[in-house]
């Protein structure tokens, strides 16, 4: 049976044409980028193009750029780095971020909360946006770092960074923003200079590139330490020997995802909107989690509780049915507790139980739609009728 494929915000399958970008730094440029040797100047200049090419793609320079593992990394070096300088520069120890984070994002703030920092923690409103009002009255002279993210990973909602930013710098310009696009890179724009962010982190592998490598983004002269010691790499902002073939298939896959920007995104939300919009049709009962409005989430995402059925149940049974799917964050998934996405957004503890989310690609078909579509109503009847719903 063929498998289709739609947990594509857990991971994306690399595209070939990364592979084959990351290929001669296995076979060639495999010196160390440190080195003095021609074998290291040749990985060195390997690695400067990669960094040119992310630089360009932002609209930032390369000075600016620093690479990482992943989103979790850069989540934890933009907010700890930047809230420790800050407390060391003497300017207050207050931090702000959002109810409905990634976890790389909610427990490096509970961690420095435990470390003498206070946090405040923002509502959303039931689509999952942020409220702008609360950001307003939080802020204070202490707010040294806000951290909201572009788009959740659950149920897809867009937030308005560009607003966010013009709220906290009115009120206390010297406050850092950063901004977690690890779901938005390749959805929308998340140009720096647009957004008007100070940090901005991203993951290669949800836009077709490798596992374990990312980017932050540091503004020039944005208060900032480093997390990770040792050598003088990334110019002291990150030690440790680059990881070059990830690297070049990090820059292999941003160019070819903002290329094709239009083209896959026309197409994956064209698939989304099938969906959204006739999935409620065909299954009593469900809700839809997150905008209904499909311009409110990013192209991708779509998402869902179904009542009276157990979210996990649902799941095996698309597996079976050769659908891989997901409850919402990769993280959450066989964890008891409810999402606390869906919780912060009002969904009810039973509901929030029955949650599911695909989550499309740029492989995806109509056909593959199709069956999904024709699946998913018999199995939740099932589930209904064996919980004598
Ligand atoms: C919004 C968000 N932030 C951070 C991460 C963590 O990224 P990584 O898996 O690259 O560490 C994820 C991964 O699912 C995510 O969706």
Known sequence: ???????????????????????????????????????????????????????????????????TSGGTEGDNAAIRGAALAQRSRGRGSHIITSAIEHHAVL??????????FRATYLPVDADGVVDLDALEAAMTDETTVVSVMAANNEVGTIQPIAD????????????????????????IDISPKTLGVDLLSIAAHKFYGPKGVGLLYIRN????????????????????????????????????AWDEFEQRNARVSALRNRLLFELPERVPDTVITGPTDPTGRI?????????????ESVLLALDMAGIAASSGSACTTGALEPSHVLTAMGIDA???????????????????IDYVLETIPGIVARLRSLAGG
């Open 1 to 67: 049976m063929e498998r289709i494929y739609l947990d594509h915000a857990a991971t994306t399958p690399p595209d070939p044409r990364v592979i084959e970008a990351m290929l001669p730094m296995y076979t060639t440029y495999w010196g160390n980028p440190s080195s003095i040797s021609l074998e290291g100047q040749q990985a060195h200049h390997a690695l400067d193009a990669s960094r040119k090419l992310c630089a360009d793609l932002l609209g930032v320079s390369t000075r600016e750029v620093v690479f």
């Open 107 to 116: 427990h490096t703030v509970e961690q420095l909360e435990r470390e003498g």
């Open 164 to 187: 966010v930013v013009r709220i906290v710098k009115a009120r206390n310009p010297k406050a850092v923003v950063h901004t977690d696009a690890v779901q938005a890179a390749g959805a």
């Open 221 to 256: 002269r944005t208060p900032w330490q480093p997390l990770i010691l040792g050598g003088s790499h990334e110019k002291e902002r990150r030690a440790g020997t680059e990881f070059v073939a990830g690297i070049a298939g990090l820059a292999a896959a941003m160019k070819l």
């Open 299 to 311: 192209s991708n995402n779509f998402s869902c509780c179904f009542r009276n059925v157990e979210g």
């Open 350 to 368: 039973d509901l929030a139980h029955a949650s599911l989310r695909l989550t499309l690609g740029t492989d995806n078909t109509g056909e593959q």
